[in-house]
C-alpha cells in the first residue's frame, strides 16, 4: 500500500516538476548565462556584464524600460478605476439570472483571440473607421481623424484586454461581502464615501491587489497591444526583446532585457505588497 | 407622553404580495417591545422600514412624534443591531465602536473616551485593540449593541441577534439584554420567531401572523388571554378539538366534538348555538388523576391509556389516547405521584372550563 501511494505521489508531481523545470527554471539559468557572456568572434564567448552595461547607459533602452513600468502601472490602476463599479454592480447590486448574463458579457470578448479583439479596436479607431466618420457625419471633424498610433490608443488597448483579470478577482471578493455589514455602515450614520472607504474598499483589498498584480504582469508582458495600436513613441520593452532574439540575432542583449523585465516585475510587485501591507501568500492562497 | 416610536397604518407591498399588512403600534419610551412571528409573516420588514432600508408603501413612521419617512437610513435617530450582528471585520473593536462617532465628526480624543466608557458598560474594559473574530459570540453580541448604544439613538432595533448563538448562551444572554436596556435606558424594538425570547425580556410583544399584528399584550395576557386560534395556538402548546357549539351560558360554552365528546368551555367573542368553533387546552392546565372521582370538581374529564412519555425533566409530557381514539398532550408532574407510570396504563385527566379556551370558526 505504501508503495502504491508513492508511485501516486510520484505519477502527480511529474508533470509539475516538468514543467518548472522545462519551461521555467532551466530556460531562466540559461537566459542568465547567456545575458552574462560577450561575444568576442564567431563562437568565442567570454564571461561579462557588458550587455548589462549597455541597457543601463543606452538612453533609449532606459527610456523604454522606464516608460513601459509607468504605462503599465498607469493602464493598471485604469482597469481598477473601470472594474471596481462594474464588478460591485455585478456582485452585489445585479441579481439572479441578471448577474450572470453581465458576468458572461465580461468572458465574451474573451472567446476570440487578442489578435482579432485588437483589429476591433483598429477597425473603430483608424482614419477610416467607424468613430472618425461618424465624427465627420456629425460635422464635429471636417476631415478624417486617426485616432491608432498613439499612447492613448495603447492604452485603451491595455485596459480592455486586462478587464476580466481585474473583474473575477474583485467579483469573487465583492460577494463575500456581507450585505448587512454595508448596511450596518449605513445605519451607523456612514455616507457612500465613508462606507466605501471603511468598509467596502478594505473587504475588496485582496482581490484589488491579486487583480492588480495579474494586470500589471499582463500589461508589462504585452507584445500585441502596444505593437498594433501604439505609435512610433510608444516602444514597448517586450518589442525590444523581440528585436533583439529575431530581427537583430542579439541573443546576449535579448536575454538581459528579459532578466530586467524580470526583476522589474518582481520589484514592483513587491512594492505594490509591501504597500498594501498584505503578503502574497494571503493574496494568491 | 409622546411614544419613542410610533407606526400608522403602515402598508408593505412587493409586486402582489402584501408582506405588512395595515400594522399600527406604539412603543413608549424606555420600554422592552417584541415583535413575534413566524418566519415570513413580515417582521423583518417592519423592521427594515423603521430602520430605513424599505420604504413603506403607504402609512407613517414617527419617532419622538416627528415623522422619519423622508430620513435616510444614515441620519435616523435608530439603530440597528443585524441578525449576523454585522460587524465591522477589518476594524478593531475599538474602531468598530468608535465608527458611528467618527461619522458624526467628534474629536479623537472624545471619542477614545466613549469608546472606553461604552466598553465599561457592557462590562468587556480593555478589548477595544482586539479583532472582531478574536471575540467569542456573547462578546460580539454585547459589542454589537454598544457599538449602536454609544449613538445615543431613541431607538435600538435587534433583528433576532440571538439565533446564531447556542442555546446555553442564548438563555444567559436573554438576561442580559434585558439588563442592558435597562442600563442604558433606551427603548429596545426586538424582533424574533423563539417565543421564550420574547416572553422572558419583553414588556409588550405583539405576536404577528401573515403581515397582521394578531394581538399586542403583555406576554401574561398573550399566555392566558389569547383573543386569537392563531396565538392560542402560537404561544405556548395546546391541545385542541373542532366541533359545533350546542349550549351558551353567558361566557361558559358547551361543544360537541367531530368526535363526539361534549366539552366545556370559555368563550371568547360571540358564539351562539350550531357555530363551528375550537377549543384551546394546554397541556399544563390538564390534571392527571388515578380515578375519575379525585377530578370531581374539573368540568372536563375523560379517561385513556398513556400511549407514550415523552421525558425532558421538569418539562415531560405524557401523550393520553382518550376512548374517542384521539390523542391529547398531557404534562406529567414531577411531584413523584406518577413516577412509575408506564405505557398502557389508564388514567383519568380534568381540566376546568376557564382553561379552555372557545374560538368561532376552526374549519
Redesign the interface.
Known amino acids: 500500500m505504501r508503495s502504491h501511494a508513492r508511485i501516486g505521489f510520484v505519477l502527480l508531481l511529474t508533470p509539475l516538476v516538468l514543467w518548472l523545470g522545462l519551461l521555467i527554471i532551466i530556460p531562466h539559468i540559461d537566459m542568465l548565462l547567456i545575458s552574462l557572456r560577450e561575444r568576442i568572434s564567431f563562437g568565442v564567448y567570454e564571461p561579462s556584464l557588458a550587455q548589462y552595461q549597455k541597457a543601463l547607459t543606452e538612453p533609449l533602452y532606459l527610456r523604454t524600460f522606464w516608460r513601459t513600468a509607468v504605462m503599465s502601472v498607469l493602464a493598471t490602476a485604469i482597469t481598477l478605476v473601470i472594474a471596481f463599479p462594474v464588478a460591485y454592480y455585478i456582485a452585489k447590486m445585479a441579481r439572479g439570472r441578471l448577474q450572470q448574463v453581465l458576468f458572461m458579457l465580461c468572458l465574451i470578448p474573451f472567446y476570440v483571440s487578442e489578435l482579432v479583439r485588437t483589429f476591433g479596436w483598429m477597425i473603430l479607431l483608424r482614419e477610416t473607421g467607424l468613430i472618425s466618420n461618424l465624427l465627420q457625419w456629425a460635422g464635429l471633424a471636417d476631415q478624417p481623424v486617426e485616432m491608432l498610433y498613439n499612447d492613448a490608443a495603447m492604452m485603451v488597448g491595455l485596459v480592455y484586454t486586462s478587464m476580466l483579470f481585474m473583474v473575477v478577482p474583485l467579483v469573487t471578493t465583492l460577494e463575500s461581502l456581507d450585505d448587512s455589514v454595508v448596511e450596518a455602515g449605513y445605519d451607523l450614520g456612514g455616507g457612500g464615501i465613508s462606507v466605501l472607504r471603511e468598509i467596502i474598499i478594505p473587504h475588496a483589498m485582496p482581490g484589488i491587489v491579486s487583480g492588480c498584480i495579474v494586470v500589471f504582469m499582463l500589461s508589462l508582458g504585452n507584445y500585441l497591444t502596444p505593437t498594433m495600436l501604439g505609435g512610433k513613441d510608444s516602444l514597448w520593452f517586450t518589442e525590444m526583446i523581440y528585436n533583439q532574439f529575431i530581427v537583430r540575432s542579439n541573443w546576449e542583449l535579448g536575454a538581459t532585457f528579459g532578466f530586467m523585465l524580470l526583476v522589474l516585475s518582481s520589484v514592483i510587485v513587491w512594492g505594490m505588497l509591501r504597500l498594501t501591507g498584505r503578503t502574497l501568500q494571503e493574496t494568491m492562497g | 407622553m409622546t411614544p419613542d416610536l410610533e407606526c400608522v397604518d403602515l402598508v408593505k407591498r412587493f409586486g402582489a404580495t402584501t408582506a405588512v399588512d395595515n400594522v399600527s403600534f406604539c412603543v413608549p419610551p424606555g420600554s422592552f417591545f417584541s415583535i413575534l412571528g413566524p418566519s415570513g409573516c413580515g417582521k423583518t420588514t417592519i423592521m427594515r422600514m423603521i430602520?430605513?432600508?424599505l420604504e413603506p408603501t403607504s402609512g407613517d413612521i414617527r419617532i419622538k412624534g416627528g415623522t422619519v419617512l423622508d430620513t435616510?437610513?444614515?441620519?435616523r435617530p435608530v439603530?440597528?443591531v443585524?441578525?449576523?450582528l454585522?460587524?465591522?471585520?477589518?476594524?478593531t473593536i475599538a474602531d468598530n465602536i468608535g465608527?458611528?462617532l467618527r461619522?458624526?465628526g467628534m474629536a479623537r480624543d472624545q471619542i477614545a473616551r466613549k469608546v472606553d466608557e461604552a466598553l465599561e458598560r457592557i462590562g468587556l474594559p480593555g478589548i477595544g485593540a482586539r479583532k472582531v473574530d478574536e471575540l467569542s459570540g456573547g462578546q460580539k453580541q454585547r459589542v454589537a449593541i454598544a457599538?449602536?448604544m454609544v449613538?445615543e439613538p431613541d431607538v435600538l432595533l435587534l433583528d433576532e441577534p440571538l439565533g446564531a448563538l447556542d442555546l446555553k448562551l442564548r438563555e444567559h444572554m436573554k438576561i442580559e439584554l434585558k439588563a442592558l436596556q435597562a442600563e442604558f435606558d433606551t427603548t429596545f424594538v426586538y424582533i424574533t420567531h423563539d417565543q421564550s425570547e420574547a416572553l422572558v425580556m419583553s414588556d409588550q410583544i405583539a405576536v404577528m401572523n401573515a403581515g397582521r399584528f394578531e394581538q399586542v399584550g403583555t406576554g401574561q395576557d398573550l399566555y392566558y388571554r389569547p383573543q386569537t386560534p392563531f396565538v392560542a395556538g402560537f404561544i405556548g402548546e395546546a391541545n385542541r378539538w373542532k366541533g359545533r357549539i350546542e349550549r351558551v351560558e353567558g361566557a361558559m360554552l358547551e361543544m360537541r366534538t367531530e368526535t363526539g365528546l361534549a366539552m366545556r368551555a370559555t368563550g371568547s367573542g360571540t358564539l351562539s348555538k350550531g357555530d363551528a368553533a375550537e377549543i384551546f387546552v394546554r397541556p399544563e392546565s390538564i390534571h392527571l388523576a388515578a380515578s375519575d372521582a379525585a377530578l370531581s370538581d374539573f368540568d372536563n374529564r375523560l379517561q385513556g391509556k398513556v400511549t407514550s412519555i415523552l421525558f425532558n425533566g421538569a418539562a415531560s409530557r405524557v401523550l393520553v389516547e382518550d376512548d374517542a381514539g384521539e390523542t391529547l398532550e398531557v404534562t406529567l408532574p414531577q411531584t413523584g405521584e406518577f413516577a412509575s407510570m408506564e405505557r398502557g396504563a389508564t388514567v383519568h385527566i380534568g381540566w376546568r372550563a376557564a382553561q379552555a379556551i372557545c374560538f368561532g370558526g376552526g374549519d
Open positions: 430602520a430605513g432600508f435616510p437610513p444614515n441620519k439603530n440597528m443585524f441578525q449576523h454585522a460587524l465591522f471585520p477589518m476594524m465608527y458611528g461619522r458624526k457599538r449602536c449613538l
